[in-house]
Antibody, heavy 121, light 106 residues
Framework: EVQLQESGPGLVKPSQSLSLTCSVTGYSITSNYWGWIRKFPGNKMEWMGYISYSGSTSYNPSLKSRISITRDTSKNQFFLQLNSVTTEDTATYYCARLTMMVLIPNYFDYWGQGVMVTVSS | DIQMTQSPSFLSASVGDRVTINCKAS??????LDWYQQKHGEAPKLLIYNTNNLQTGIPSRFSGSGSGTDYTLTISSLQPEDVATYFCLQHSSRYTFGAGTKLELK
């Protein structure tokens, strides 16, 4: 069974970088697409970006140059880095697998439980 | 960007009731619409993908319909274990989410 688990610090100071890891078991990250989504207090959800089976990436334009998604295929993990965080980046962060349709990302089928990150001094 | 308007925000219903939740897109999303269930503290669970396809293992009381800009999730006979928050997601152009519907038992 495909399982995803997010990990990382629960508290980050403003202006610093947020770094999270998604550990995947039961499936190789060299197949499919793998994404990050966040849920803000108040329950609004936002797609942040994804990394493909080949390592290419796509990001939400609203995050501009602050975001980076990378991977370590030897550990079957992928990573989120969000730079220059503010209190508005306080959210629960989820990683998830995307299905593919003709090599194009489709819908999210497996999600992690999420990790809550608070940005505060 | 495509905006998703989900309604209602909150829903109270009795066991056995037929429940419907709606999502309206700001433009045609060509049936690229999915529905998820999330219980407190758990990972979101995929219920329906691409408008009307039931994910493996999901009870048949869940169904989806729609086209163009308007989509509906239906629970044909509400069960106690269906108490959760439900949200829609369009993947026609990038990804945008509905605001969620919190479903409780009356």
């Amino acid at each position: 069974e495909v399982q995803l688990q997010e990990s990382g610090p629960g508290l980050v100071k403003p202006s610093q970088s947020l770094s999270l890891t998604c550990s995947v078991t039961g499936y190789s990250i060299t197949s499919n697409y793998w994404g990050w989504i966040r849920k803000f207090p108040g329950n609004k959800m936002e797609w942040m970006g994804y990394i493909s089976y080949s390592g290419s990436t796509s990001y939400n334009p609203s995050l501009k140059s602050r975001i980076s998604i990378t991977r370590d295929t030897s550990k079957n993990q992928f990573f989120l880095q969000l730079n220059s965080v503010t209190t508005e980046d306080t959210a629960t962060y989820y990683c998830a697998r995307l299905t593919m349709m003709v090599l194009i990302p489709n819908y999210f089928d497996y999600w992690g439980q999420g990790v809550m990150v608070t940005v505060s001094s | 960007d495509i905006q998703m308007t989900q309604s209602p925000s909150f829903l109270s219903a009795s066991v056995g009731d037929r429940v419907t939740i709606n999502c309206k897109a700001s433009q045609n999303i060509n049936k690229y619409l999915d529905w998820y269930q999330q219980k407190h503290g758990e990972a979101p669970k995929l219920l329906i993908y691409n408008t009307n396809n039931l994910q493996t293992g999901i009870p048949s009381r869940f169904s989806g319909s729609g086209s163009g800009t308007d989509y509906t999730l239906t629970i044909s006979s509400l069960q106690p274990e269906d108490v959760a928050t439900y949200f829609c997601l369009q993947h026609s152009s990038r990804y945008t989410f509905g605001a969620g519907t919190k479903l409780e038992l009356k």
